[in-house]
């Protein structure tokens, strides 16, 4: 961490700008990860590494975001991720607004858009909003002059899930750049296992995914990843796995008829893992299926780095809330 770092950390005039990434930040919005350059995921990385800082003081809390409205609006069950926005927001000093679908007008079937509208004239600064549809998030940046924040939409995207899972890498492997990442599970319907594949590949990983066949969607080579059906073959070279929940609610191939044969075949195991590397770093965005996609002596053994994720996630959401807010007009320099 160097001083400028951390006077921009303590001083939230300063506009993201860290000594080695002269990227300046000019989206109002986060939707996704196939929307950002290299640099720009860089600076979010960046600035997350400084907030962790702020979050390892004594007074965790910084005044940046003093004076701003966060409504965290979630259509869609959320732990990890609304928790994790509403304390990046507290901790930079917003007001939070959490929304959640029963008890609100989304119940008697306002709008996205209308719902949005009526934030925004109720004078939030930034929406959070996580949704069912695949391009909710995008739909409701388009309709608003208020920043949006993609928290999971459909099968789409899910942006600060793979930023921290990206995050967690650096911090243990110091590198992003050729090292071999396997997203294992139900790819089909993951919106972290998109993001992560736009964001891993675009800092030089190398990235195999690995799925039942039917699990696997069509094109997506396309995205410059291996594919892999076989568990071993997923895992033997990986400096890390990303293991995806299995989304039995949302699989109308019924790829697997239970889940004791799922874990048969994908089931991230003690014995399957002997035939990794020593080191590899086991990862997952939660919530975990223990025993489906992941043994639980795996989710709490030795490689796993589960709650490290779930940690870094504020800072990731701190990065995220402070650029969009403070976004600046104009090209990138
Ligand atoms: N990883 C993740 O999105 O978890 P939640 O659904 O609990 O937010």
Redesign the pocket.
């Known amino acids: 961490m160097t001083e400028m770092k951390l006077s921009y950390a303590k001083n939230s005039e300063v506009a993201g700008v860290a000594d080695k990434n002269t990227t300046v930040w000019t989206k109002k919005d986060l939707l996704g990860l196939e929307y950002l350059s290299k640099e720009e995921i860089e600076l979010i990385l960046d600035d997350a590494e400084s907030f962790k800082e702020v979050l390892a003081r004594p007074l965790r809390k910084v005044p940046t975001l003093r004076g701003k409205t966060i409504v965290n609006l979630f259509y869609e069950?959320?732990?990890?991720?609304?928790i994790s926005f509403e304390l990046a927001a507290k901790r930079l000093s917003a007001d939070v607004i959490n929304i959640v679908k029963e008890g609100s007008s989304i119940q008697k079937g306002e709008t996205l858009i209308d719902t949005g509208r009526n934030l925004e004239a109720l004078k939030a600064d930034i929406i959070v909003v996580r949704h069912n549809c695949s391009g909710a998030a995008m739909m409701l940046s388009r309709a608003l002059n208020i920043s949006v924040v993609n928290a999971?939409d459909g099968w789409h995207e899910?942006p600060t899930?793979a930023l921290l899972d990206i995050f967690t890498l650096r911090e243990k492997l110091k590198n992003i750049r050729g090292i071999n990442v396997s997203i294992i599970g139900d790819i089909a319907h993951s919106r972290v296992a998109r993001s992560n594949i736009w964001g891993l590949t675009k800092l030089g990983a190398s990235v195999t995914v690995c799925a039942p066949k039917e699990l696997i969607p069509s094109g997506i080579e396309k995205m410059k990843v291996k594919v892999t059906d076989s568990i071993d073959e997923a895992i033997k070279d990986a400096d890390a796995i990303n293991v995806l929940r299995m989304q039995f609610e949302r699989d109308e191939a019924e790829a697997f008829p239970s889940k004791i044969e799922y874990f048969r075949t994908f089931g991230v195991t003690e014995e399957r893992l002997k035939k990794a590397k020593k080191n590899i770093i086991v990862m997952h965005?939660?919530?975990i299926n223990r025993g489906v996609e992941m043994a639980a002596e795996v989710a709490d053994g030795a490689n796993s780095v589960i709650l490290e994720q779930v940690t870094n996630g504020i800072a990731i959401r701190m990065a995220v809330l402070y650029l969009v807010a403070h976004a600046k007009k104009g090209k990138l320099v």
């Not at 069950?77 to 609304?82: G, K, L």
Request: net charge positive.
């Open positions: 069950p959320s732990t990890r991720t609304r999971g899910h899930q965005p939660g919530p």
